[in-house]
């Protein structure tokens, strides 16, 4: 299959045809079975943190495996919008398998999808590395947690935890938008599942 990709500083840039859309659809369904599936481990996470004082750390704790899609497809996608595309439709499904946020993932997913995205339009989409990778996660925790200081009353904390909260939430998704999108991409290429 041609992607008609283009050659851009050593790297591709792939252009919107059906096989990337089937691709973003397929990483959507699995993101947001992942994402449904997380909101268990949250309310977990809210049991055992409450009784200790630290309730607000289970939000941060998994906002990397809530925000893993943007990363993900933008990475194997490589073109304008998929971050965004391949987040807000992981949410989608996430509402639609019937998560427990409801409608309210859809605005989630907006603001992880922008997130994501503007890290990838920072460096022009032209760098598929680690660079561009960490853009997009940066990106991802500063604009979800400016969020989460609105909708979530974070701006009532303390520094010292907001500052802990940051550092959770950033280390979070180095893990599931960094690390496990490397992981991934690496396999997929090595397997030849999708040419990179």
Not at 46 to 51: E, G, S
Not at 64 to 75: D, E, Q
Not at 114 to 122: D, K, N, Q, R
């Amino acid at each position: 299959m041609d992607n008609k990709s283009q050659v851009s500083g050593g790297k591709k840039q792939s252009q919107w045809t059906l096989r990337n859309i089937i691709l973003i659809a397929l990483i959507a369904i699995f993101t947001g079975i992942i994402f449904w599936g997380a909101g268990f481990l949250y309310t977990a996470l809210t049991v055992a943190l409450t009784p200790i004082g630290m309730a607000p750390f289970e939000n941060d704790l998994l906002m990397g495996l809530w925000c893993m899609a943007g990363p993900l497809t933008g990475f194997i996608i490589r073109t304008f919008g998929s971050a965004f595309l391949g987040e807000f439709l992981g949410a989608a499904v996430e509402v639609f398998l019937g998560g427990q946020w409801g409608a309210g993932a859809f605005i989630s997913g907006l603001v992880q999808g922008i997130g994501s995205e503007l890290g990838f339009a920072l460096t022009g989409y032209k760098r598929y590395d680690w660079l561009g990778l960490n853009a997009s996660i940066f990106t991802t925790v500063v604009i979800t947690f400016a969020w989460d200081m609105i909708k979530n009353g974070y701006n009532k904390f303390g520094l010292p935890l907001l500052l802990a909260l940051f550092i959770t939430r950033y280390i979070s998704t180095f893990i599931f938008g960094g690390v496990l999108t490397k992981m991934i991409v690496k396999l997929l290429d090595r397997s030849k599942a999708i040419n990179l």
